[in-house]
């Protein structure tokens, strides 16, 4: 790919790292976080805010909950030519966001990559991506999802209301009953089965995240309410057949 394009990641939370670490064999790689960072991931640099706003293309790596303020604050350092990318697991409200506050020479495309430094641990091939260009060129859209499929991901496109309603019912309930089982504090056992070991995995996959990304994905998805609703409606419903056999 080319080494002199400058990509930025903003944020260095488990994902922000993550994505800077396997961007960085194709583009230069420049980072910011509010909390410095000295022990960066190889080919990795350290960039001041406003550098870094003025890199080829910026990606936002930033709890959802603190995506606006991060926007509001830096979109006055934003360069013109500049495409930028959120990675937030909703869509509609960063998509919103990003099309209210970004001045209107400025490139954005939203993404959402379905995995992290858990899920990918074995590599990124066949990884689903979820890209939806909200106002971009057809060749700049064209050349990073040609790049995203290069590296092995599965691009998948969505509008962000599509996605939204999806994810309720997929990664959204996915992280809540990963929390629940937490909350239940399952343990391994010698008898466990093998559909036993796939929840403890579940819990693995959705409680090493930061509590705020579990929280910003319930309440920053207008379906997820819903999933909760029904989902409690169903629990509801067997135990009574249990209790009384209805």
């Known amino acids: 790919m080319d080494h002199n394009l400058i990509v930025g990641v903003y ?3 488990r994902f922000g790292t993550f994505w800077a670490e396997a961007l960085a064999p194709y583009f230069r790689i420049k980072v ?3 909390t410095r ?3 960066l991931p190889t080919l990795v640099s350290w960039a001041e ?4 706003c003025q890199s080829d293309a910026l990606f936002f790596c930033v709890a959802i ?3 606006a303020e991060v926007v509001r604050r830096t979109k006055n350092l934003i360069g013109s030519k500049t495409v930028v990318f959120d990675t937030c697991s909703v869509k509609v409200y960063p998509a919103q966001i990003m099309e209210r506050e970004l001045a209107s020479s400025v490139q954005v495309i939203a993404t959402h990559p379905m995995f992290g430094p858990d899920s990918a641990r074995r590599g990124l091939k066949g990884l ?4 939806t260009p909200l106002r971009a060129k057809k060749e700049t859209a064209d050349f990073w999802k040609d790049f995203f499929k290069r590296i092995g991901l599965n691009i998948i496109h969505m509008t962000p209301e599509e996605h939204d309603r999806e994810a309720a019912f997929t990664q959204g309930i996915t992280h809540y009953i990963g929390r629940v089982l937490a909350d239940l504090n399952l343990k391994p056992s010698p008898i466990a089965t093998l559909g036993y070991r796939k929840l403890l995995e579940i819990v ?4 090493n995240d930061p509590w705020q990304l579990f929280l910003d994905i319930q309440n920053y998805n207008p379906y997820t309410k819903e999933m909760r609703l029904r989902l409690h409606d169903s629990l509801a419903r067997i135990y009574r057949v249990l209790e009384k056999g209805e």
Do not use: I
Request: glycine share 8%; with cysteine.
């Open 11 to 13: 944020g260095l939370g």
């Open 32 to 34: 910011f976080s509010r």
């Open 37 to 39: 960072r000295e022990n």
């Open 49 to 52: 805010e406003e550098e870094l």
């Open 65 to 67: 909950s603190s995506f």
């Open 128 to 131: 689903p991506l979820v890209f």
């Open 204 to 207: 693995e996959q959705t409680c």
